[in-house]
């Protein structure tokens, strides 16, 4: 079956958020699927503490996934756009793009504890979302 909808995740570096972001609605979505793009200056890889917190808290690899700038064909293709930052850092879009903005601290610096708490957090909001954009999804 082809997706329905195309969501892009949006955050400064693209190297920890968005693609974790990214890489869990991937993993939780039959329908749909997701992109995530740097709004800045794309990283140079993908954060390996982002990799393996992602892997040992909920078992989903990302390992594969790279920093992408953000561009205009990426804006214009998505069915949703969602800024994963916190107001110091956040990308912002110009008002036609309609992009939700969900609050979500920088996890570099925090400690252990708090990263998982925080991805916790993020990965709940990412399976609410799918549950909206796929309501017969079954937990």
């Known amino acids: 079956m082809p997706f329905m909808a195309l969501v892009l995740f949006i955050c400064k570096e693209n190297a920890y958020r968005s693609q974790i972001a990214e890489a869990i609605f991937n993993s939780l979505s039959k329908r749909n699927r997701a992109i995530s ?6 990283s140079m890889e993908v954060s390996r503490d982002a990799i393996m917190l992602l892997k040992k ?11 992408k700038r ?27 793009y309609n992009a939700e903005h969900w609050n979500v601290p920088k996890f570099e610096g925090m400690d252990e504890e708090d990263k998982e ?4 957090r993020l990965y709940a909001m990412v399976k609410d979302l799918v549950e909206k954009l796929e309501p017969f999804m079954r937990s």
Do not use: F, H, W
């Not at 793009?37 to 794309?42: K, L, N, Q």
């Not at 708490?117 to 916790?120: E, G, H, S, Y």
């Open 37 to 42: 793009a740097s709004g800045a200056e794309p």
């Open 57 to 67: 808290m909920y078992g989903i690899d990302m390992s594969g996934q790279k920093p």
């Open 70 to 96: 953000l561009t205009g064909e990426m804006l214009a293709s998505a069915s949703k756009i969602i800024t994963v930052c916190n107001p110091e850092d956040c990308v912002l879009l110009p008002k036609k």
């Open 117 to 120: 708490k925080n991805l916790a």
